[in-house]
């Protein structure tokens, strides 16, 4: 049996216009995988690997969910987040495209990112999109042959480009999956025959209590 868990980072410090400053769980976000541990607790959902990316925002996650189960964290470069702040100032170069400072400007944003991102057309010392998505691929791999049930804590670009991946989405597809993902949100593929299929997408059964409506987040 196989089944691949991949869970978004908490809530990390929104606002921020650099990876160091915004690599850090909100007071929200540490609530969020609080809730989350003691929801797949109540679940019955326990896993046989938790892995994260070594993003602190995604270490400091995986720690407050794993603690709660029992369970040890190992570390894996290849769940870290592509580099939306990097290819963010690429694009402003480039392109003239500013920063986004709200939930719409990001809206407009991420597709011109990816779109810029897809053909190269950013600054020569960034990750290209080619190689991000094979170190996804790659991930998704290693999961799979790890067996059994795997937790995969993340960033919302790794959430999207594996699901383009296992689901053969096109780009447009893409930006439209970025946009959506919660924090803390849960996305799990089973393995059917030879292949992983998509069984929860964006699930945020912990955030569900209409007191918790407010920290359902995004950015």
Avoid: C
Wanted: no cysteine; proline share 2%; glycine share 8%.
């Amino acid at each position: 049996m196989v089944e691949l868990t991949f869970v978004r980072h908490g809530q990390a410090n929104t606002g921020a216009q650099d990876e160091a400053s915004y690599d850090q769980l909100s007071d929200t976000g540490r609530e969020q995988a609080q809730w989350l541990g003691q929801h797949f607790i109540t679940a019955g959902r326990g896993f046989d690997h938790v892995i994260s990316g070594t993003l602190k925002r995604q270490q400091d996650t995986a720690r407050i969910v794993a603690d709660q189960l029992g369970l040890r964290v190992h570390q894996d470069a290849r769940l870290n987040e592509m580099d939306y702040f990097g290819l963010s100032h690429s694009l402003l170069e480039s392109h003239a495209v500013d920063f986004p400072t709200d939930r719409e400007s990001f809206i407009a944003h991420v597709p011109q990112i990816l779109e810029v991102w897809s053909r190269g057309q950013i600054h020569s010392h960034l990750e290209s999109f080619d190689a991000f998505e094979t170190r996804i691929s790659a991930m998704i791999d290693h999961a799979d042959n790890l067996g059994g049930r795997v937790l995969m804590v993340t960033s919302g670009g790794v959430i999207g480009m594996a699901m383009k991946i296992l689901m053969q989405l096109e780009l447009s597809a893409l930006s439209k999956v970025l946009l959506q993902v919660y924090n803390s949100s849960i996305h799990r593929y089973v393995k059917a025959g030879d292949q992983l299929v998509l069984d929860t997408f964006n699930a945020v059964p912990h955030l569900e209590r209409p007191e918790r409506a407010e920290k359902r987040t995004h950015i």
